[in-house]
């Protein structure tokens, strides 16, 4: 399991098992969120399947599956609530994390300056660069 640190409460990773799952409580996490559809996993890997893992382990699970398509204003907002109503670190995983720093990115167009925005998610390995534009849209709104 890679995670990386985009803030000090958010976190992304790639796909993650029940089995790793379970460690994370011992991590300091409190609520992990699935952003990766059910059709690009096998089995053993669902989405239900490391929720009911990372609730045997004490941990608080939200599915919000994301494609570029389903990457809408509602879901953006959508995760910004989820980390924001967490009372502990957040891990949000996905097929490469790459796909949680873009929901993340986007979510702080406005609050944030772009560069930094920018800066967190390279930082933790994730190069947005090609968001800029649409960072700095959502950013004059």
């Keep these: 399991m890679d995670i990386r640190q985009i803030t000090p409460v958010y976190h992304v990773s790639e796909q993650i098992t029940p089995e790793e799952v379970r460690s994370l409580p011992a991590l ?3 609520r992990v969120i699935c952003n990766r559809p059910d059709a690009e996993v096998g089995p053993g890997l669902l989405c239900d399947e490391v929720a009911a893992a990372a609730r045997e382990a004490g941990l608080d699970f939200a599915a919000l599956p994301l494609t570029n398509q389903t990457m809408t204003p509602d879901n953006i907002a959508r995760q910004a609530e989820l980390i924001a109503e967490s009372d ?5 995983y996905c097929r490469s994390g790459t796909r949680c720093s873009v929901v993340w990115a986007l979510s702080q167009a406005g609050t944030m300056p772009v560069d930094e925005i920018l800066t967190h998610t390279a930082n933790a390995g994730y190069q947005l ?3 800029r534009p649409t960072l700095e849209a959502l950013a004059n709104r």
């Excluded at 502990?88 to 949000?92: D, I, S």
Aim: no cysteine; charged share 25%.
């Design 129 to 131: 660069e090609e968001l």
């Design 28 to 30: 300091g996490f409190t």
């Design 88 to 92: 502990g670190k957040v891990l949000a």
